[in-house]
């Protein structure tokens, strides 16, 4: 029986996580376009969605903005993916991960 509960606490040693790493919730991802870089370190991330009408079962296009903490330096019609993350700001909840495709210049 003392030999159960020693197994039943020490966990497999295959199964431990290396030293220092956290184990985090999936963080949601959104590619979107940058419709706005005025702000420092911030950029207006442009989220289209296409949900399916109630009524008339017809699809029906739906847009997002979310600021995002941009390190990357992203520029009006890059398109972006960004991750959710801390709060950062009043109204700043999203990152910049990684420039998808730069804008056309």
């Given amino acids: 029986m003392a030999e159960n509960q020693e197994n039943i606490t020490q966990p497999a040693s295959g199964t431990e996580a290396p030293k220092g ?5 999936h963080r949601s991802q ?5 419709s706005s870089d005025k702000m420092k370190k911030t950029v207006v991330v442009r989220v289209d969605r ?3 009408h109630r009524k008339y079962r017809r ?29 950062l700001s009043a109204r700043k909840r ?3 991960v990684e420039i998808v495709q730069k804008a056309a210049k």
């Fill in 50 to 52: 296409l949900v399916r």
């Fill in 59 to 87: 699809y029906v296009g739906r847009t997002s903005k979310f600021m995002a903490h941009d390190e990357l330096g992203a520029t009006i019609g890059d398109k972006v993916r960004i991750v959710e993350t801390r709060p």
């Fill in 21 to 25: 790493a956290v184990s985090r919730a």
């Fill in 94 to 96: 999203w990152r910049v």
């Fill in 30 to 34: 959104k590619v979107g376009t940058v």
